[in-house]
């Protein structure tokens, strides 16, 4: 923590229970160090999936990740509006300049118009099965999909406009300094 500076660029590595890498993204801009969380930003950034697949994101996107939270929140600001894609998954961990986390399937992903839907409940379903998560990892998994709910319906923290928007008007101003 003591060598982040607000500015620099990290690696996504987005892990599965058994430890495979699942997807990563190659870049990420570190925007505010929190004790509880860090928050990034990034925009058109290489996705590699471990199917083989590369794409790229579309839209700005600001990225809250927790250290004791089983989740993280993606705001994504298209140009219809701010949707947000919430993944359940452990804690987050930073290695150097690569931040870490065990993807758990479930995902919440909320509109611009205030509605929200539960993703991947089989697919959690399936990696449970396969992969043996103990009970205990069961019961965090919805557990925190819960808390990820209500916060949501609290509008605070990510949820807040202001929120994100202050994050968002950070990643643009850095970004063009760069540039």
Not at 9 to 26: L, V
Not at 108 to 121: A, E, M, N, P, S
Request: net charge positive; charged share 30%; hydrophobic share 30%.
């Amino acid at each position: 923590m003591k060598h982040m500076r607000i500015g620099d660029n990290y690696t996504i590595h987005c892990y599965k229970h058994d430890g495979t890498i699942h997807r990563s993204w190659d870049e990420t801009m570190l925007l505010d160090i929190n004790k509880d969380f860090l928050v990034f930003g990034n925009k058109r950034a290489r996705v590699n999936n471990s199917d083989g697949r590369v794409w790229y994101t579309k839209e700005p996107a600001i990225i809250f990740y927790y250290k004791n939270k089983w989740y993280n929140i993606i705001t994504q600001f298209k140009e219809s509006g701010i949707y947000y894609y919430c993944n359940i998954a452990s804690p987050t961990i930073l290695e150097g300049k690569v931040i870490k986390y065990i993807d758990y399937d479930l995902d919440l992903r909320v509109f611009k118009d205030g509605t929200y839907k539960i993703l991947d409940k089989s697919e959690y379903e399936y990696h449970k099965k396969k992969m043996n998560y103990p009970e205990e990892i069961d019961i965090i998994v919805k557990q925190e999909l819960k808390n990820l709910i209500k916060l949501y319906q609290s509008k605070k923290g990510p949820f807040d406009y202001e929120c994100v928007k202050k994050y968002y008007d950070k990643y643009m101003l850095l970004l063009g300094n760069k540039n």
